[in-house]
């Protein structure tokens, strides 16, 4: 059973999965409860993308707390494991790295990043409070900087605009000098971590998932512009409020207890990556919607919002 409200994704995303006999579809708004017989709950719930969350920030508080409260009140009452989606940003501005999961981060309350970085901590501290008032069986992974197909092309993430931009041949806009680092996850390993904390015994987390391999956002795009062979010319526009400087997850306690390490390295996954970009969004739709015979209502009002955001 999926639920989405379609706030940052589109229909296109899940079209392969209907019509499939284990899959069922339903437009939901986590801020609102929701009852149902099930065993497990990944609650992934949350705009993730900066432009996306700080577009309604208040909206984005409420889907990390009361989206994770009525989560965590559907695993209580059927007594279903729940694994809540962390992040990266719960260490804020790091002020050590790498960042293991028994570092406490260096937070903004009261900044344009707060909504999402203080949402999360927030949902980890329900989550946890669950556990110890209520003893629901909870996991909790800290998910580091995840790409890949599946993007939206304007989900306004650093990975899919370089791509975008290089295979338009337009500017690459880096904020600030590009000496900030990220340590990119690709999806395949991202969602492989995640099945195995959650269908594991040893540890309930938080477990941070990531690669620990850094690179600083220039060469990110200097990688792009070789892969993709395009002719873009680095620009450099303002830093965004309270951008993190680095970050790259200690793994240490995901290799020891999930028997888990990224498999996929930058080079492979954006490669992968560009070769999904490069057909259009529109045609990679149409390819799905032939390959199972059915139509799908495409929410290309949703596109239209998403570059708007991203510009
Ligand atoms: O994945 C994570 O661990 C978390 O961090 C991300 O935040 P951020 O790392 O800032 O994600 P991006 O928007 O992709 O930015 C990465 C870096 O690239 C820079 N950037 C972004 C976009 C762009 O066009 N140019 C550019 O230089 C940003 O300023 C930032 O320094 C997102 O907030 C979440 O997806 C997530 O929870």
Same mark, same amino acid.
């Given at each position: 059973m999926c639920l989405d409200n379609f706030f940052t994704s589109t229909r296109s995303g899940i079209a392969d999965l209907m019509g499939h006999p284990r899959f069922e579809f339903i437009r939901h708004d986590v801020t609102e409860p929701f009852y149902c017989e099930c065993d497990m709950v990944y609650n992934m719930a949350c705009p993730a993308s900066p432009v996306h969350y700080q577009w309604n920030p208040i909206k984005t508080t409420k889907v990390s707390v009361l989206g994770t409260i009525n989560m965590m009140g559907l695993a209580k009452r059927v007594k279903a494991r729940i694994l809540q989606a962390s992040t990266?940003?719960?260490?804020?501005?790091? #002020?050590?790295?790498?960042?293991?999961? #028994?570092y406490w981060g260096h937070v903004?309350?009261?900044?344009?990043?707060s909504c999402y970085d203080e949402g999360k901590r927030v949902a980890e501290t329900l989550a946890f409070d669950y556990l110890r008032s209520n003893n629901v069986d909870i996991r909790v992974a800290r998910i580091f900087n995840t790409y890949g197909p599946g993007m939206h092309p304007y989900d306004g993430r650093v990975v899919s605009n370089f791509i975008l931009q290089a295979l338009h041949g337009e500017d690459i806009t880096i904020y600030g000098d590009g000496s900030q680092t990220r340590s990119f996850g690709y999806v395949d390993d991202t969602v492989d971590g995640l099945i195995r904390l959650m269908n594991q015994e040893a540890t309930i987390g938080p477990v941070n998932i990531g690669n620990p391999n850094e690179f600083t956002v220039k060469e990110l795009a200097e990688m792009i512009i070789e892969l993709t062979g395009s002719k873009s010319k680095i620009v450099f526009l303002p830093l965004p409020g309270d951008d993190p400087k680095q970050r790259r997850p200690n793994i240490t306690r995901a290799k020891a207890l999930l028997e888990w390490e990224p498999k996929v390295q930058l080079r492979e996954g954006l490669t992968k990556t560009i070769h999904y970009f490069k057909v259009p969004f529109s045609e990679t739709v149409l390819n799905r919607q032939r390959a199972d015979g059915k139509h799908h209502t495409i929410d290309r009002s949703c596109m239209f919002i998403m570059r708007a955001l991203a510009s």
């Open positions: 990266s940003e719960i260490y804020g501005d790091p #002020e050590v790295t790498p960042q293991s999961e #028994e903004n309350t009261i900044g344009v990043r």
